[in-house]
């Protein structure tokens, strides 16, 4: 199993920055994904940015420019820089890891709100 516990979000005037931190623990060698989903309100969750373990990134289109995904390994952390943050950007933000045979694990989401 794999452990997720988010930090950081809060609120933040548009044109602002933020960064959010997820720290995994548990079968951490079994991770073969990990990336940052948002749920605005009466909207679908979607995907923001991912990482695999090889490195690869993908973004969603809204935020490429503007957010980086990044991770430290030595401390098991995923993390997302948003810079230039948009109201538009509103959103409870969840950490995610994929791992094993395709199980996922999610953590417990942080708020994020951009004023105007």
């Known amino acids: 199993q794999v452990q997720l516990v988010e930090s950081g979000g809060g609120l933040v005037q548009a044109g602002g920055s933020l960064r959010l931190s997820c720290a995994a623990s548990g079968s951490i060698s079994s991770i073969n994904a990990m990336g940052w989903y948002r749920q605005a309100p009466g909207k679908q969750r979607e995907l923001v940015a991912s990482l695999t373990s090889g490195g690869s990134t993908n973004y969603a289109g809204s935020v490429k420019g503007r957010f980086t995904i990044s991770r430290d390994s030595t401390k098991n952390t995923l993390y997302l820089q948003m810079n230039s943050l948009k109201p538009e950007d509103t959103a409870v933000y969840y950490c995610?890891?994929?791992?094993?045979?395709?199980?996922?694990?999610w953590g417990q989401g942080k708020p994020v709100t951009v004023s105007s």
């Open positions: 995610n890891a994929e791992f094993g045979y395709r199980r996922v694990s």
